[in-house]
């Protein structure tokens, strides 16, 4: 199995962006982790496409955009237009989650689900043979520098194993509260994708990034 370090930039220096994500890039994160929020699906407003194009330039890693956009079926041809590689989309924001899966793979992208903390697996019984990942949200989402919500290491241990079950190749990505100190226990819970946002990007942004890589290994 592959693990993935996908820094999320939304902890990073905005006036700086280029040079955080060339500074990611330079330290061996394999994706870029892109935070879409709307004001509305969560209680914080991030940036939209015009940002994602302008720093398409700047890396050629994987765009592992993360949408907590309500009903983000408006606007996934944009999304791929821009540069995403991966999009990922809430089960709780899409209205027809299986006709936005569809959409995604219909423009050649990787298609994601997100699941809230609160959420619970089922959601995924009917979509998730379509899917080539299933973000598990370790925090609610809005917000980077929260805690690890503990209770979603059963989650991921019971999401690992519906995936085995079926035998499918889908990738796990945990977002929220991940840490040196947490990445490799997250690991052995059954996730291969790991997102970080305050522990990448405060401070020497390429020390963190060895930091993690070192801990993700034990
Ligand atoms: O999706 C997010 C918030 O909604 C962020 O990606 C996430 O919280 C990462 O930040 P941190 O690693 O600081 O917790």
């Known amino acids: 199995m592959e693990y993935i370090l996908s820094p999320s930039i939304l902890s990073a220096d905005f006036k700086t962006l280029g040079d955080d994500i060339r500074k ?3 330290a061996g ?3 870029i982790h892109i935070d879409v929020m709307d004001g509305d699906f969560v209680p914080n407003i991030s940036f939209g496409m015009p940002v994602i194009k302008s720093i398409r330039s700047v890396t050629d890693k994987v765009f592992d955009v ?3 956009v309500e009903e983000p079926g ?3 041809d944009e999304f791929a237009a821009c540069g995403a590689d991966y999009i990922t989309v809430h089960a709780e924001a899409c209205t027809h ?3 936005v899966i569809q959409q995604i793979k219909q423009k050649g992208r990787k298609a994601g689900v997100s699941l809230n903390p609160a959420t619970p697996l089922s959601v995924l019984d009917y ?3 379509d899917l080539d990942m299933v973000l598990i949200m370790s925090v609610n989402p ?4 929260q805690s690890y919500i503990e209770a979603m290491d059963q989650k991921i241990r ?3 194993k519906m995936i085995t079950d079926r035998g499918l190749d889908v990738d796990i990505q945990v977002d929220g509260g991940v840490t040196a100190d947490n990445i490799a226990h997250i690991k052995d819970c059954g996730a291969n994708v790991f997102v970080a946002g305050s522990a990448v990007f405060n401070g020497d942004i390429e020390q963190n990034i060895q930091n993690l890589f070192k801990a993700m290994e034990v």
């Open 29 to 31: 994160a394999q994706w």
């Open 66 to 68: 993360h949408l907590m």
């Open 127 to 129: 979509v998730l043979d």
């Open 74 to 76: 408006r606007f996934i």
């Open 97 to 99: 989650l299986g006709r």
């Open 158 to 160: 019971d999401l690992r």
């Open 142 to 145: 809005g917000f980077g520098g």
């Open 24 to 26: 990611a890039d330079a």
